[in-house]
């Protein structure tokens, strides 16, 4: 298992991960990435977050059914059924609580994806997602919405960041590495000013 040496190196390495080796994640290693959502920053602390965490094979079927991958990909694309992620966790936002619930989730996921990545787990957030089949399927009471979807398993893919020139249009290469146009630093950065 690769050591990540610092969150810093766990930040610049994770990208989105869509394919994934057929071996389960334990539990207790979902309900640790699930502990670093729920301590995530929180607008006014008021924490309008939960987490189904899903395992079950059935249930998995069932999610994965409601994903849309990779846009960018042409023709479109999704995971084959030997590369389908091993677990979710589903973000839900308990409804009308919180006017900064978009970026609690933000947070959050962020968190989730990052400590995943520490752990060479990999993960893809998906929001096109069918949220009324998900809300259905995982019997989520209402007063509660499903946001996002963040799937998860260990990496069956490699993608790459790269310097991006005039396209954000991720793609992949004929050994199906997956590259990744990210905006240059010295386009986004601005020292004392514009
Ligand atoms: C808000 C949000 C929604 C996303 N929804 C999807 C999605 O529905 N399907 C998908 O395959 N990827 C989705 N992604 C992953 C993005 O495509 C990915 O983050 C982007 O291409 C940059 O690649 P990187 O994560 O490897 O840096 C989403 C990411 C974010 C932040």
Redesign the pocket.
Same mark, same amino acid.
């Given at each position: 298992m690769e050591e990540k040496n610092s969150t810093y190196d766990a930040i610049i390495s994770r &990208?989105?991960i &869509?394919r994934f080796q057929q071996k389960p994640i334990s539990l207790d290693m979902l309900k640790k990435l699930v502990n670093a959502g729920r301590l995530a920053p929180s607008g006014a602390n008021i924490q309008p977050l939960e987490f189904v965490v899903v395992t079950d094979e059935e249930l998995c079927s069932k999610v994965f059914d409601t %994903? $849309?991958? !990779? $846009?960018y990909i042409k023709p479109s694309w999704s995971p084959a059924s030997s590369e389908t992620p091993v677990a979710y966790i589903v973000v839900l936002v308990r409804d009308g609580v919180s006017r900064w619930f978009e970026r609690d989730v933000g947070f959050a996921s962020e968190n989730i994806v990052i400590a995943a990545e520490s752990m060479d787990i990999g993960s =893809? +957030? %998906? =929001?096109?997602?069918d949220k009324d089949r998900i809300q259905e399927v995982l019997q989520v009471p209402s007063g509660l919405k499903v946001d996002?979807v963040i799937a998860l398993g260990y990496k069956a893919e490699k993608?790459v !960041?790269e310097d991006m020139d005039d396209s954000v249009k991720?793609w992949r290469d004929e050994d199906g590495v997956l590259h +990744?146009p990210k905006r240059k630093l010295e386009d986004v950065l601005h020292v004392n000013g514009f």
């Open positions: &990208r989105s &869509r %994903l $849309g991958w !990779a $846009g =893809c +957030v %998906l =929001c096109k997602i996002s993608s !960041a991720y +990744v």
